[in-house]
């Protein structure tokens, strides 16, 4: 079996730079390094490179390329939402929609909105992790300013109904907002079709650069949002600061490179996605999966492995990277919040893996990584004396 080693199983937390997107990138390092605010030649052709990244990012999302700004990554992407809305709005309310299934820099984010005075609803999903469009209908509230919810969760994979919800927003003229970082490049995302008003995600999670995000702002809402930073008034005030040209040379690149082979990816890997899950529970007893079997992010598993500690399995398996869940949060060393939402207790939730399949992995990998996860598998829950109470 001809494998490269290690095997990376972790594009949920990042994917690696597409070779296309690499050389798209680098003649704006040296030969094309003007600041595309500058009036004269250098600056124009900065400025050109920038636009038709816009450009190529909207045509992804069904955007016009005026509603596509950049930022530093999903992160600031939403806090520009969150904050931006909850200021300029505080005069019509003070209430705030989310779930408690949001990546950290949403779950965050709303947490310090709260203590400084909004109201914040974390509507509770169900045990596949949705968040369905009767819950947010039956928590809107005369002073409810923005519905702020994951469109594919992180961590399980979990692809919410973003449409119909966005529908009850717009039925109920309030304004709604998408993490989408997950999902944008991975499955289909047309912001029309989707009834949403602002949209976060970033470049490194569609094999473009780390540092460069999106965030999708519909025509004529940018009024609605107090900036978080002010300066120079570049990205129309919203975000201000020296564009980062060679960065979004490559995150156009990238999505222009998911637009086009957007099929291939997806069935790529859901086919090795699937490969992986159907060889591990026909060979190991008390494997089974977190999130929704069907509505889920191509790539994403989420496992739970009775018996095997998730910390102790990423140890022993050093030439395989996967992980114990997002990275952001793996390190606190607590249960994660998310499996937790889904109704697993802690111990379960120590015991839950994520592996996330990605364009460049192979069928050699996936069945190398099957028979490293079976054979260590089977060595740890001899070596603890795992008996199952299923």
């Known amino acids: 079996m001809n494998v490269n080693i290690p095997v990376y199983l972790d594009n949920n937390a990042t994917t690696p730079v597409?070779?296309?997107v690499v050389e798209a990138m680098l003649p704006y390092f040296s030969?094309?390094?003007?600041?595309?605010?500058?009036?004269?030649?250098?600056?124009?052709?900065?400025?050109?490179?920038?636009?038709?990244?816009?450009?190529?990012?909207a045509n992804l999302i069904n955007a016009d390329k005026s509603e596509i700004y950049f930022t530093s990554g999903a992160?600031?992407?939403?806090?520009?939402?969150?904050?931006?809305i909850a200021d300029a709005l505080f005069?019509?309310?003070?209430?705030?929609?989310?779930?408690?299934?949001?990546?950290?820099?949403s779950y965050e984010s709303l947490l310090q909105l709260q203590k400084k005075g909004f109201d914040v609803t974390f509507l509770k999903c169900d045990n596949k992790g949705f968040i369905h469009p009767e819950q947010i209908l039956n928590a809107i509230r005369p002073e409810t300013i923005l519905v702020t919810l994951i469109a594919a969760n992180n961590e399980i994979g979990t692809v919410n109904n973003i449409k119909e919800i966005g529908k009850i927003c717009r039925s109920n003229n309030v304004l709604f907002h998408t993490d989408a970082t997950q999902?944008?490049?991975?499955?289909?995302?047309?912001?029309?079709?989707?009834n949403v008003d602002f949209v976060s995600f970033?470049?490194?999670?569609?094999?473009?650069?780390?540092?460069?995000?999106?965030?999708?702002?519909?025509?004529?809402?940018?009024?609605?949002?107090?900036?978080?930073v002010f300066g120079g008034g570049q990205e129309k005030g919203i975000r201000p600061g020296t564009l980062n040209v060679p960065a979004i040379v490559g995150f156009g690149k990238a999505a222009e490179l998911c637009n086009q082979e957007f099929d291939k990816d997806f069935n790529h890997t859901k086919r090795l996605r699937d490969h992986l899950f159907k060889t591990l529970v026909s060979s190991l007893e008390f494997v089974s999966l977190n999130g929704d079997?069907?509505?889920?992010?191509?790539?994403?598993?989420n496992l739970l492995i009775k018996g095997v500690r998730a910390d102790s399995l990423i140890a022993n398996l050093r030439d395989i990277a996967f992980s114990a869940g997002a990275t952001c949060s793996s390190e606190s060393g607590k249960p994660s919040r998310i499996l937790k939402a889904i109704g697993l207790d802690d111990e379960d939730s120590k015991c839950c893996i994520r592996i996330g399949i990605g364009r460049f992995n192979t069928m050699s990998e996936i069945n190398y990584a099957a028979e490293k996860f079976i054979e260590e598998i089977t060595k740890l829950r001899l070596k603890f004396n795992y008996q199952s109470t299923i």
């Open 18 to 20: 597409d070779p296309r």
């Open 31 to 57: 030969e094309k390094y003007g600041n595309p605010s500058s009036k004269h030649t250098f600056g124009y052709i900065a400025n050109a490179a920038v636009d038709f990244a816009r450009e190529q990012i």
């Open 75 to 84: 992160t600031e992407s939403i806090n520009i939402i969150h904050f931006g």
């Open 91 to 105: 005069h019509k309310g003070n209430h705030i929609i989310s779930s408690d299934v949001e990546h950290s820099a």
């Open 183 to 194: 999902a944008i490049g991975k499955i289909k995302f047309d912001v029309q079709d989707y």
């Open 202 to 228: 970033s470049s490194h999670k569609l094999y473009g650069p780390k540092g460069i995000g999106g965030l999708f702002i519909r025509k004529g809402l940018e009024k609605k949002i107090t900036p978080l």
């Open 293 to 301: 079997k069907d509505n889920r992010l191509p790539g994403n598993l």
